[in-house]
């Protein structure tokens, strides 16, 4: 049995249906991140906004939707996710959380190994090694949940009573 869509794009394999035990190893792997990150001492939020620019950066409509409104079950507003993309031109973050987003962007970029060395220097600068690693971690996970979504080309739709629904 195929798991698939219909897309403009041609016929679509569902990864998480077609290969379930590979997608619950990818759950579980998030799972230890999560936990990972909160014994580094990471917030939620901050998970959420690296979740968000990853996914922004891999254009992961799916994983957008779902993370966008979990920063902000988390404490995230609206302006900052609103400028996320053009966070080196604000004020608006903290440099604990700019190196994150830089770590995150060099690994969702590897191929720019300048940006890494400047990521990881930044990120010495303000964090233990385990929130690095916690970061790097996220930044990990949500690449891979990015990829599985992307290619996969999950649907979204519009949230319940929000604009475009009904």
């Not at 403009?8 to 249906?17: I, M, S, T």
């Not at 779902?66 to 400028?83: I, K, M, S």
Request: glycine share 6%; with cysteine; net charge neutral.
């Amino acid at each position: 049995m195929t798991a698939t869509t219909e897309t403009e794009a041609g016929r679509r394999v569902f990864l998480d249906k077609q290969h379930p035990e590979a997608y619950r190893a990818l759950v579980a792997t998030s799972e230890a991140v999560k936990a990972a990150a909160a014994e580094a001492g990471l917030t939620r939020r901050l998970v959420e906004l690296v979740n968000v620019r990853v996914s922004q950066l891999n254009a992961c409509a799916y994983c957008l939707g779902l993370h966008t409104a979990a920063a902000l079950r988390a404490g995230e507003t609206t302006q900052r996710l609103g400028v996320l993309p053009a966070w080196r031109d604000t004020e608006l973050f903290d440099p604990r959380e700019r190196a994150a987003l830089a770590l995150a962007e060099a690994t969702t970029r590897p191929q720019d190994a300048e940006a890494q060395d400047r990521a990881y220097r930044a990120a010495r600068a303000v964090m233990s090694e385990d929130e690095i690693s916690a970061v790097l971690w996220v930044a990990v996970t949500i690449n891979a949940f990015n990829r599985v979504s992307v290619m996969s080309k999950y649907p979204v739709r519009p949230a319940a009573g929000g604009p475009g629904a009904g």
